[in-house]
């Protein structure tokens, strides 16, 4: 395409007052030559808008520059269509609401705003969306049971064609052995029978939905909309071709075996919650030993859970299922004893009623921790306990059984840790931390980063699990139910339809050539120049998301429907070969380069802002909302995340003569808050080897700095500009200025 | 006002907080045209008063931009502020909607400059802060409203004051004769998000809140703690504005009671021991008690819990607070409770209490104009009478923002499933 750039500048909400327009407009006149600049006192009123469309039609404009407020805001009314390219300048909330007006150095900054803008326009180019062959739009659900049967049935009540992949031989998972339900209706004080036939029946009766039972899957090769799935049954291997996954294998209980201290294993009596439901279910109620009927029960809560030796987490779910299962007891006769030891009883929202509707049928709540369980000699089980209430030790009367309430475990987290590879000898060790990847034999996963899903912690599988609990690490699958998160039936059918509307949306996008989520609509992607490339292998291991296979030569094997678009492969990547039509290394580095360094004399350093437009952009954004001031030394320059950065734009800048660089970051680490998940630990691992760049130059370290903001910080930024300013002095100015 | 091209296809989700945002962007994404109505000014609900989200203490903004952004980049959500549902006729497939705004006397012209707030004079309380601050009669909501807008508020039209804030708008986006307006929606389902209101700590007499001054709210914490909160983030005492050390948490407050709410509300404990970081975070010397009846730290949670309750200057007691006075000399409070593993009676002084007031569904007071079916808590129930109309997040469970968001996701596919039904 060839480029017509029109600049606008707007003069509005004090831009005017503040700035030289006429020499702001120089900038885009005789240093850039535009086709067209033209000055607005209200660019987004109804005639400005008008005006830049009317250049568009008349002046054959394709790129524009709008240099205004910030691009979070007026995105509507500066939409000027997918065939154009706009790029925005944030003269606004970065320039003249946080620094002097009528000022020599803040004059400078819109000017140098302005040149990064307009270099970086002059490059991109309209997206054109990655379109897959061959699309599937059909969803595969890994699991029969409650939450996999939901899930396939929601995705077929709205008209997507499913395959359901159970392992056993029959569907329905742990529900199969499930006598009642706990309430999910007023007045939530009663037990709710449920029918399993009727729930396998909304997929066994469905001509769109296949299931395959005693079945696994072997192998799931290609990407969102072009997945290659294998499935082994009977002996034999049925190919699926499938668009997006829900991952709904849930969860088994904790090993009792692991808790003799409860006596399990012990007596025959000591029995799990799992091992009494399928008595009830199965109306066979006896105590084990003996086949005599139960005249007395205790049941012992967070058996295993809670409990740093066995799950330290809690399983959210075996309280009110300890209560149903009391409730079991106290409706067959209200006479029974039925004690209930525990830490916490965690009846929370309305389960508290049937708590409460437990404690008037006469059930004993002991508060404490258990420390043993025992034969009394007369064949019948008490259990003893550090009564925290009282403070004084506490026994059950003798009980016939003891029911363990044991944990959930994931089924994502039974195997083998998966290893990449081991650094051959000589080689040195992976510079990036591996992911937890469970070899669990789910997914079985064709992927160069490992056959499942990166687990956070426990096992459960990865995702920013408080605002968007669903995305998980591998684009367009979508794990639900207990193998999510330790949770309840009820839960699980909504977690479960959920994750069947995400498996649509997926489909629905990647038809389209749209990303997913964050980046929900972007229609760039990354294009690799396969010749220059040297086969380093860091794009494969650096992508938080694992896009990107690799052939037998190392050769990267990107999947577009994958991707995320975060650009991290392109600022792994030392060979600069992978770029996005609108974002690439040579525009951001160029756009460094545009910035006008004074030389030392002047005394006007220069500082480059590598800034996360997720978080660290709309803060500085906040500070200039709140008119709060810093530094003018400052250049910012957006970033898609922090994980984009290359090095190469660190030793642009510092050759060009700027006097330091910081990078501005999302909060890495456990309670990670990356949208990309590793992209701020990535650009931090990278600046170890920044150590180099600044070596071969004889430039200090203290030049570079990264600093781990949330959108929140606004009020510390000043302070973080300042400083580094400050150090920057003390460091002196770059030798670099001038050449 | 304009349809979608397919407005049986299309889906009405009523509250702009973080179900009916989540339920909206996700219904959207999925291709489907989705109409958000929000009563407030501003989106983001009552997520963006938060300080901090529990477990990873970060902040609820950096979540609500992501949404923003979805809501900016797609044609197909429309969006109104300021807006209630008036009326909702028909079944699902088929359902005409009365939407009615209030006006903002500030049209969209509005570039967020300013201008009219530094022309206005007069203070209000402050809605945002929930009235522990004022701010000028001409406002942002606050400094990350989305969108970007000011509002003036209906106290001054009239004045002089409003003609001189009108006059002070260099962009014509004060129109001092907005009225109400109604206008007609069709649609083939509704999502009902309206959220939950904090239950009136007021109706516990024997906490004296709205008597003793520093007794609080946990979501007015939530607002001490903040940043762009009344007093820039620094938690005080509201008797004297002095840096609270002693602060006592007041679990259960009205929850769990069937004189107030028989219910849990799921969150509070994890809100207490969040709010107990804040306290910590900027008082080293400061010293947090929290009064309770179990800790109800579902799941993965419990690492959090059991991290704070690390934290030596955090004390743990069993038992439901009784009596709180004042000492109206010094501003502290007395908490009265009987803790349950001695079987003592403990009283201790505080220089602030926090209750932990639990959750109302909104949809107990304002109602679905239509048929619906609740509970005596006036939750919404999942099978509901009107086909299409599907309650999300807080209206139907009291719930955290990770189930909010899954439920709301839920919502949607209920949602689009319903618009198929003719």
């Given at each position: 395409m060839e480029k017509k750039i029109g600049v606008y500048i707007c003069t509005g909400c004090g831009i005017g007052d503040a700035l030289e327009i006429d020499a702001l407009a120089g900038v885009a006149t005789d240093e850039y030559e535009a086709a067209v600049c033209r000055q607005n006192a209200f660019l987004c009123s109804r005639e400005g808008v008008a005006e830049i469309k009317h250049d568009l039609e008349n002046e054959g404009i394709n790129t524009i520059v709008i240099a205004a407020c910030s691009p979070r805001v007026m995105t509507d009314v500066f939409d000027f269509g997918v065939d154009k390219v706009c790029e925005r300048v944030n003269l606004r909330e970065q320039v003249v609401w946080s620094h002097p007006p009528n000022d020599e150095d803040t004059q400078m900054m819109a000017q140098d705003q302005l040149r990064m803008g307009i270099t970086k326009a002059k490059e991109m180019q309209p997206a054109e969306p990655f379109m897959a062959e061959d699309l599937s739009r059909k969803i595969l659900v890994v699991g029969g049971g409650l939450a996999g049967i939901t899930a396939a049935s929601e995705a077929n009540k709205a008209g997507y064609e499913v395959v359901l992949v159970e392992k056993s031989d029959q569907l329905g998972g742990y529900l199969k052995e499930v006598h009642k339900l706990p309430p999910s209706r007023p007045p939530y004080e009663e037990l709710q029978d449920f029918d399993l036939g009727a729930v396998t029946g909304q997929v066994t009766d469905q001509p769109a939905v296949k299931v395959y039972t005693n079945a696994q899957i072997a192998k799931i090769s290609g990407a969102p909309?072009?997945?290659?799935?294998?499935?082994?049954?009977?002996?034999?291997?049925?190919?699926?071709?499938?668009?997006?996954?829900?991952?709904?294998?849930?969860?088994?209980?904790?090993?009792?075996?692991?808790?003799?201290?409860?006596?399990?294993?012990?007596?025959?009596?000591?029995?799990?919650?799992?091992?009494?439901?399928?008595?009830?279910?199965?109306?066979?109620?006896?105590?084990?030993?003996?086949?005599?009927?139960?005249?007395?029960?205790?049941?012992?809560?967070?058996?295993?859970?809670?409990?740093?030796?066995?799950?330290?987490?809690?399983?959210?779910?075996?309280?009110?299922?300890?209560?149903?299962?009391?409730?079991?007891?106290?409706?067959?006769?209200?006479?029974?004893?039925?004690?209930?030891?525990?830490?916490?009883?965690?009846?929370?929202?309305?389960?508290?009623?049937?708590?409460?509707?437990?404690?008037?049928?006469?059930?004993?709540?002991?508060?404490?921790?258990?420390?043993?369980?025992?034969?009394?000699?007369?064949?019948?089980?008490?259990?003893?306990?550090?009564?925290?209430?009282?403070?004084?030790?506490?026994?059950?009367?003798?009980?016939?059984?003891?029911?363990?309430?044991?944990?959930?475990?994931?089924?994502?987290?039974?195997?083998?840790?998966?290893?990449?590879?081991?650094?051959?000898?000589?080689?040195?060790?992976?510079?990036?931390?591996?992911?937890?990847?469970?070899?669990?034999?789910?997914?079985?996963?064709?992927?160069?980063?490992?056959?499942?899903?990166?687990?956070?912690?426990?096992?459960?599988?990865?995702?920013?699990?408080?605002?968007?609990?669903?995305?998980?690490?591998?684009?367009?699958?979508?794990?639900?139910?207990?193998?999510?998160?330790?949770?309840?039936?009820?839960?699980?059918?909504?977690?479960?339809?959920?994750?069947?509307?995400?498996?649509?949306?997926?489909?629905?996008?990647?038809?389209?050539?749209?990303?997913?989520?964050?980046?929900?609509?972007?229609?760039?992607?990354?294009?690799?120049?396969?010749?220059?490339?040297?086969?380093?292998?860091?794009?494969?291991?650096?992508?938080?998301?694992?896009?990107?296979?690799?052939?037998?030569?190392?050769?990267?094997?990107?999947?577009?429907?994958?991707?995320?678009?975060?650009?991290?492969?392109?600022?792994?990547?030392?060979?600069?070969?992978?770029?996005?039509?609108?974002?690439?290394?040579?525009?951001?580095?160029?756009?460094?380069?545009?910035?006008?360094?004074?030389?030392?004399?002047?005394?006007?350093?220069?500082?480059?802002?590598?800034?996360?437009?997720?978080?660290?952009?709309?803060?500085?954004?906040?500070?200039?909302?709140?008119?709060?001031s810093y530094n003018p030394w400052v250049r910012i320059v957006p970033v898609r995340c922090l994980g984009s950065m290359n090095l190469v734009w660190i030793a642009d800048a510092l050759s060009k003569g700027i006097d330091g660089i910081l990078l501005l970051g999302c909060k890495h680490g456990d309670d990670y808050q990356c949208h990309f998940i590793k992209g701020s630990e990535l650009a931090n691992i990278r600046m170890s080897k920044i150590q180099e760049t600044l070596n071969r130059l004889v430039l200090e370290s203290e030049r570079v700095r990264l600093e781990q903001i949330s959108i929140a910080d606004y009020s510390k930024l000043p302070e973080i500009l300042d400083s580094f300013a400050a150090k920057l002095d003390e460091v002196g100015p770059n030798p670099y200025k001038g050449y | 006002m304009a349809q979608g091209q397919n407005g049986e296809r299309s889906i009405l989700v009523v509250g702009g907080g973080m179900s009916g945002l989540s339920a909206a962007l996700e219904a959207a994404e999925a291709g489907f045209q989705v109409y958000l109505v929000e009563r407030e000014p501003y989106l983001g609900g009552r997520v963006s008063r938060m300080n901090k989200y529990f477990p990873k203490l970060c902040p609820p903004n950096c979540g609500l931009e992501i949404n923003f952004r979805r809501i900016r980049n797609n044609p197909l959500i429309r969006f109104f502020t300021m807006t209630e549902v008036e009326?909702?006729?028909?079944?699902?497939?088929?359902?005409?909607?009365?939407?009615?705004?209030?006006?903002?006397?500030?049209?969209?012209?509005?570039?967020?400059?300013?201008?009219?707030?530094?022309?206005?004079?007069?203070?209000?309380?402050?809605?945002?802060?929930?009235?522990?601050?004022?701010?000028?009669?001409?406002?942002?909501?606050?400094?990350?409203?989305?969108?970007?807008?000011?509002?003036?508020?209906?106290?001054?039209?009239?004045?002089?004051?409003?003609?001189?804030?009108?006059?002070?708008?260099?962009?014509?986006?004060?129109?001092?004769?907005?009225?109400?307006?109604?206008?007609?929606?069709?649609?083939?389902?509704?999502?009902?998000?309206?959220?939950?209101?904090?239950?009136?700590?007021?109706?516990?007499?024997?906490?004296?809140?709205?008597?003793?001054?520093?007794?609080?709210?946990?979501?007015?914490?939530e607002r001490l703690a903040a940043y762009n909160g009344p007093t820039n983030g620094r938690i005080v005492r509201l008797s004297d504005?002095?840096?609270?050390?002693?602060?006592?948490?007041?679990?259960?407050?009205?929850?769990?009671?069937?004189?107030?709410?028989?219910?849990?509300?799921?969150?509070?404990?994890?809100?207490?021991?969040?709010?107990?970081?804040?306290?910590?975070?900027?008082?080293?010397?400061?010293?947090?008690?929290?009064?309770?009846i179990d800790i109800r730290a579902l799941g993965k949670y419990e690492d959090f819990f059991t991290k704070v309750q690390a934290d030596e200057r955090v004390t743990l007691i069993k038992g439901k607070a009784g009596e709180i006075t004042e000492d109206s000399t010094t501003g502290m409070v007395t908490v009265q409770v009987e803790d349950q593993s001695s079987g003592k009676i403990l009283k201790d002084q505080f220089d602030l209490v926090v209750l932990a007031t639990g959750m109302v569904p909104a949809s107990a007071t304002d109602k679905v104009p239509a048929e619906a079916a609740c509970d005596e808590h006036g939750f919404m129930l999942g099978e509901q009478p009107t086909g299409g109309i599907i309650g999300a997040g807080c209206v139907k469970k009291p719930v955290d923002v990770a189930t909010s968001v899954q439920d709301a996701t839920a919502a949607a596919l209920k949602a689009i499933q319903a618009t198929f039904r003719r």
């Open positions: 909309c072009m997945f290659d799935v294998q499935i082994q049954q009977n002996g034999g291997v049925a190919d699926e071709r499938v668009g997006a996954i829900v991952l709904a294998t849930g969860a088994i209980p904790y090993d009792a075996a692991k808790l003799e201290h409860l006596g399990f294993g012990k007596s025959a009596d000591v029995i799990t919650a799992a091992q009494l439901e399928s008595m009830f279910k199965s109306g066979d109620v006896k105590r084990p030993s003996n086949g005599q009927p139960i005249t007395g029960a205790a049941f012992i809560l967070c058996a295993g859970s809670r409990d740093p030796k066995h799950l330290p987490y809690c399983s959210a779910a075996c309280c009110v299922e300890s209560l149903k299962q009391a409730k079991y007891f106290k409706q067959a006769n209200p006479e029974t004893p039925v004690y209930i030891f525990y830490k916490d009883l965690r009846a929370h929202g309305t389960y508290e009623l049937l708590y409460k509707q437990l404690q008037k049928d006469g059930v004993i709540f002991v508060r404490g921790d258990v420390t043993g369980v025992e034969e009394d000699g007369s064949g019948g089980l008490v259990v003893s306990a550090d009564d925290v209430l009282t403070g004084s030790p506490v026994m059950s009367e003798s009980v016939d059984v003891v029911v363990l309430a044991t944990g959930m475990v994931p089924t994502t987290a039974l195997g083998k840790k998966f290893k990449v590879q081991e650094p051959k000898e000589g080689e040195e060790e992976l510079a990036v931390p591996e992911d937890t990847i469970v070899v669990s034999n789910n997914l079985n996963l064709d992927y160069r980063q490992g056959p499942e899903l990166p687990a956070l912690k426990y096992g459960f599988p990865d995702s920013h699990f408080i605002c968007f609990p669903y995305e998980s690490r591998r684009t367009g699958i979508y794990p639900a139910g207990s193998v999510r998160a330790p949770m309840d039936y009820w839960r699980a059918v909504d977690d479960a339809t959920g994750a069947a509307l995400k498996a649509i949306q997926c489909v629905q996008m990647v038809s389209e050539g749209k990303a997913v989520h964050p980046r929900a609509g972007d229609l760039t992607y990354p294009e690799f120049f396969m010749q220059r490339c040297t086969q380093c292998k860091r794009c494969t291991e650096e992508c938080p998301f694992g896009a990107i296979n690799e052939d037998e030569k190392a050769n990267p094997l990107p999947n577009p429907t994958r991707c995320r678009r975060c650009g991290v492969c392109m600022g792994a990547c030392p060979e600069r070969i992978i770029s996005f039509k609108n974002y690439s290394v040579g525009m951001i580095g160029n756009a460094i380069k545009s910035i006008d360094v004074p030389d030392e004399y002047e005394e006007k350093p220069r500082i480059l802002v590598l800034a996360c437009e997720n978080d660290a952009y709309p803060a500085l954004d906040m500070s200039g909302i709140r008119r709060m | 009326k909702i006729v028909g079944e699902a497939g088929n359902f005409d909607i009365t939407l009615k705004s209030s006006p903002r006397y500030v049209n969209d012209k509005c570039t967020g400059c300013g201008a009219c707030a530094e022309a206005a004079t007069t203070h209000i309380a402050n809605p945002f802060n929930y009235g522990l601050d004022t701010v000028k009669a001409a406002y942002l909501p606050h400094e990350f409203a989305f969108p970007m807008r000011y509002v003036l508020a209906p106290e001054v039209i009239g004045s002089e004051e409003a003609a001189a804030i009108k006059a002070a708008c260099p962009y014509d986006a004060i129109d001092l004769d907005m009225q109400p307006s109604t206008f007609d929606l069709k649609v083939g389902a509704v999502i009902w998000a309206t959220g939950w209101e904090p239950y009136d700590a007021g109706k516990i007499g024997y906490y004296g809140f709205g008597k003793h001054k520093n007794v609080i709210s946990n979501v007015m914490m504005n002095r840096q609270a050390g002693r602060v006592a948490f007041v679990q259960c407050a009205g929850s769990r009671d069937e004189n107030h709410l028989a219910y849990c509300s799921g969150v509070c404990c994890l809100a207490s021991l969040k709010q107990a970081t804040y306290l910590l975070e900027q008082n080293p010397e400061a010293q947090a008690t929290i009064f309770y």
